[in-house]
């Protein structure tokens, strides 16, 4: 079956733009994780959805970056006014359940910004 | 807090020979314990997981960990090195319950013909 897929595989956007980001989890899958990957480190938390609610959006950096899951599938991450700083690859994964679930990656989305 | 420590960033080994990727973890409580293998533009893959079991974990591929609580690590190892072995190894820690998975920095393995 199909696993865990994010768009675009890259993305490169100028400093002060907006980009958004999106994850298809494997259908079925009510938990989604957003993390971020910057160069030379472990992938960090961002946020959590259960269903369509983000259940904890701790490791969200700022309020520049915000994600939706309107309708408990497709999730996008939206960042605004991008900076240097914010060039990383955006990982994507779902999990059958909340807790205790393995959690299935995608691929990333590898975000520049010049 | 939770932490996990991986002891090198960099592993060189020549094939057929044994591979070991050191893991230290920092936690209040026993955490789920997992070892995640990530290859060039693949998504990260899950080698293996200790969830206060059997302290000998065995995974995919050849790989096992062992769970030592006296020490606080989670070494991963394997008898005999392939190049298709040759990727990024991560260790990671979950709180019991929990749904946030914390992430060691990264083992780059590189495999010698």
């Known amino acids: 079956g199909a696993g865990v897929s994010q768009t675009p595989s890259n993305k490169v956007t100028e400093k002060g733009k907006y980009v958004e980001l999106r994850c298809d989890p494997i259908?079925?899958?009510?938990?989604l994780y957003w993390y971020r990957q910057s160069l030379g480190q472990g992938p960090e938390f961002l946020i959590y959805?259960?269903?369509?609610?983000?259940?904890?959006d701790s490791g969200l950096p700022n309020d520049r970056f915000f994600a939706v899951r309107p309708e408990g599938s497709v999730s996008t991450l939206k960042i605004q006014r991008t900076e240097r700083g914010d060039s990383a690859v955006y990982l994507c994964?779902?999990?059958?359940?909340?807790?205790?679930?393995?959690?299935?990656f995608g691929p990333g989305t590898r975000l520049t910004v010049l | 807090a939770q932490s996990v420590t991986q002891l090198d960033s960099h592993v060189s080994v020549s094939e057929g020979t044994p591979v070991l990727l050191r893991c230290n973890y920092s936690?209040?409580?026993?955490?789920?314990l997992f070892w995640y293998v990530q290859h060039p533009n693949k998504g990260l893959q899950l080698l293996l997981k200790?969830?206060?079991?059997?302290?000998l974990v065995k995974g995919i591929n050849g790989f096992e960990a062992e769970f030592k609580k006296s020490e606080t690590s989670f070494h991963l190892t394997k008898p005999s090195a392939h190049m298709s072995d040759a990727a990024e190894y991560f260790c990671?820690?979950?709180?019991?319950?929990?749904?946030?998975?914390?992430f060691g920095s990264g083992t780059r393995l590189l495999v010698r013909p």
């Open positions: 936690s209040s409580y026993s955490p789920s």
């Open positions: 990671v820690a979950r709180m019991d319950s929990s749904y946030k998975l914390i």
């Open positions: 959805f259960q269903g369509t609610g983000a259940a904890d």
């Open positions: 200790y969830t206060s079991a059997a302290t």
């Open positions: 994964a779902s999990s059958p359940t909340g807790e205790g679930g393995e959690q299935f």
């Open positions: 259908s079925g899958h009510t938990a």
